[in-house]
């Protein structure tokens, strides 16, 4: 008996690592070989997510996670005064303008970018951080404000980021992988706002700027917020002098002292504007351009209203409409359809086909009048 008992007792294999599925073995995952796995896991998640959603297009916000908000202002001021840093209150000042700027701005995007009407389910041009303090809070808190979703694709660092509380819950993502964030802020991005900033923003700023100067991406508008403090930050005038970036790489983006300023420098340089469920944009997307390639008339790529050789509207036979080729049809009232056959390519036409070449005569008819 107490052999066979021993047999009856399966719990050591139940509970060993091997016996879970896979995912639901987080040491199974965690294996260096499967990083591939993992890498695909946090594309997919966060792709899927985003589509449920329907997010098609975002106007990515880069910024200082240190800038302080309004409600932490004070007590900052304070400690600064009695720490006799006399610097620190002016400092803080100019981050708080930061602040409140990019806190419009994330109001006006998802005002007017259409965030907040989609059109047949897809929204455009929402509002997206890297889902942290300072700047990001601020732009999500805008969006927030002006009622519409906004995203937050937040980062695992040794010391912990929280995200911050402005974020659409549904929409606030975290990543392992720097390279799997900087895939999804890049891959949707119609439009960037970046604000003043350190190593990250530095960072995330070239990363885009490298991906249009050498034209992997489309066109993408680009604008820095304060000149005053890029300018004496970076030097680009002297990457140009030493021959390092060629003229036109300057215009690759431009400056913006207030938030109405960024939307305005965004839409002038091609980010589509949106009003109501029926968008008016700049910028055609891929698969419409696609169409338009192929000449067929759309909202996107109307017919034209002339000739362009004649000037004539009606008379001209070239603006006339293209017709359907005329099909023989069947005693149903349906189209018969010619098929290719599989072994030589040629058409076949069917029985009833009207169409079909009537037999040279080979002889006197034998029909008699």
């Not at 732009?139 to 040794?158: H, K, M, Q, V, W």
């Not at 970046?194 to 034209?215: A, K, M, N, Y």
Request: aromatic letters at 8%; glycine letters at 8%; charged letters at 25%.
């Amino acid at each position: 008996m107490p052999e066979a008992e021993g047999q009856d007792d399966r719990s050591a294999q139940m509970k060993s690592p091997s016996y879970l599925l896979p995912v639901e073995g987080t040491q199974f995952l965690r294996r260096d070989e499967m990083r591939a796995t993992r890498f695909a896991l946090e594309y997919a998640k966060a792709e899927l997510l985003l589509r449920d959603w329907g997010i098609r297009s975002t106007v990515i916000v880069f910024g200082s996670a240190r800038v302080l908000s309004p409600e932490q202002l004070a007590d900052a001021r304070q400690a600064a005064v009695a720490a006799g840093d006399h610097a620190e209150p002016e400092r803080l000042a100019r981050r708080a303008a930061w602040y409140e700027a990019a806190r419009e701005f994330g109001r006006i995007a998802s005002e007017r970018g259409g965030a907040l009407s989609p059109a047949h389910r897809w929204r455009d041009n929402v509002i997206a951080t890297g889902g942290g303090p300072g700047i990001m809070e601020a732009a999500n808190r805008g969006a927030r404000e002006a009622g519409a979703p906004s995203i937050g694709f937040n980062i695992t660092l040794p010391d912990e980021q929280q995200p911050n509380a402005y974020i659409t819950p549904e929409l606030c993502f975290r990543f392992h992988y720097f390279a799997m964030r900087k895939m999804h802020l890049a891959m949707r991005a119609r439009a960037l706002a970046i604000f003043p900033g350190g190593f990250g923003t530095l960072d995330e700023r070239f990363e885009i700027l490298t991906l249009r100067q050498t034209r992997k991406s489309p066109p993408t508008p680009i604008v820095l917020f304060d000149k005053a403090y890029w300018t004496r930050v970076i030097d680009f005038e002297a990457l140009l002098d030493e021959g390092m970036i060629a003229p036109a790489h300057l215009g690759l983006f431009a400056y913006a002292q207030t938030a109405e300023e960024v939307w305005r420098a965004l839409a002038r340089n091609g980010l589509g504007t949106f009003h109501g469920a029926w968008a008016r944009r700049t910028v055609v997307p891929p698969a419409r351009r696609m169409l338009a390639a192929k000449g067929r008339a759309s909202r996107w790529n109307p017919a034209p209203t002339a000739c362009a050789t004649c000037s004539s509207s009606s008379a001209c036979p070239a603006m006339r409409p293209a017709s359907k080729p005329s099909l023989p049809r069947t005693g149903r009232w349906r189209p018969a359809r010619h098929w290719p056959t599989r072994r030589s390519g040629a058409r076949r036409r069917p029985a009833s086909c009207a169409r079909k070449s009537p037999k040279t005569p080979t002889g006197p008819s034998s029909s008699t009048s």
